[in-house]
């Protein structure tokens, strides 16, 4: 008697903690400082602003979406990086795009170039990044 009630305890304290788990729910909406833009259309070419030079990289086909990236240069400085596409098919894709896209922008102002660190847990988007960013930066002559 006493097995049967610590397997019905044990079972019944898994299924609340299954049950009780809950994922995130913030997007990849939350990136500060650069822009992230969702889009269904690949977006290409460069463009001259007051605030320097946009070149976009080329759309990049991942196992789980394409990734495309536009930089802005100034002389020879990376400016700002915008995410014109990222995987966005399901909710596991916007919970680790959320986290991976500030943190591969971010590390693109720091290096200034394309040599950066994929970010954990996000390889496959990382890759996609890195060959959209060095796409850019090679049409940017950097």
Same mark, same amino acid.
């Given at each position: 008697?006493?097995? +049967?009630?610590?397997?019905?305890?044990?079972? !019944?304290?898994?299924?609340?903690?299954?049950? =009780?788990?809950?994922?995130?729910?913030? %997007? *990849?909406?939350?990136?500060?400082?650069?822009? !992230?833009?969702?889009? %269904?259309?690949? /977006?290409?070419?460069?463009?001259?602003?007051?605030?320097?030079?946009?070149?976009?990289?080329?759309?990049?086909?991942?196992?789980?979406? *394409?990734?495309?990236?536009?930089?802005?240069?100034?002389?020879?400085? +990376?400016?700002?990086?915008? !995410?014109?596409?990222? *995987?966005?098919?399901? =909710?596991?894709?916007?919970? +680790?795009?959320?986290?991976?896209? *500030?943190?591969?922008?971010?590390?693109?102002?720091?290096?200034?170039?394309? =040599? +950066?660190?994929?970010?954990? =847990?996000?390889? /496959?988007?990382?890759? %996609?990044?890195?060959?959209?960013?060095?796409?850019? @930066?090679?049409?940017?002559? @950097?």
């Amino acid at each position: 008697m006493r097995r +049967i009630v610590l397997w019905f305890m044990t079972t !019944v304290t898994a299924l609340v903690l299954l049950f =009780g788990y809950s994922t995130s729910t913030s %997007g *990849p909406g939350a990136v500060g400082g650069s822009t !992230v833009i969702a889009s %269904g259309d690949p /977006v290409t070419g460069g463009t001259a602003s007051a605030s320097g030079t946009t070149v976009t990289g080329s759309v990049v086909q991942t196992r789980w979406g *394409p990734v495309q990236v536009a930089v802005t240069v100034e002389g020879s400085v +990376i400016t700002d990086v915008s !995410v014109l596409q990222y *995987p966005t098919g399901n =909710g596991k894709d916007q919970e +680790i795009n959320s986290y991976a896209l *500030p943190v591969l922008v971010s590390e693109t102002l720091d290096a200034q170039n394309a =040599g +950066i660190d994929m970010v954990s =847990g996000a390889t /496959v988007t990382s890759d %996609g990044y890195v060959q959209s960013l060095q796409s850019a @930066l090679d049409q940017a002559g @950097l």
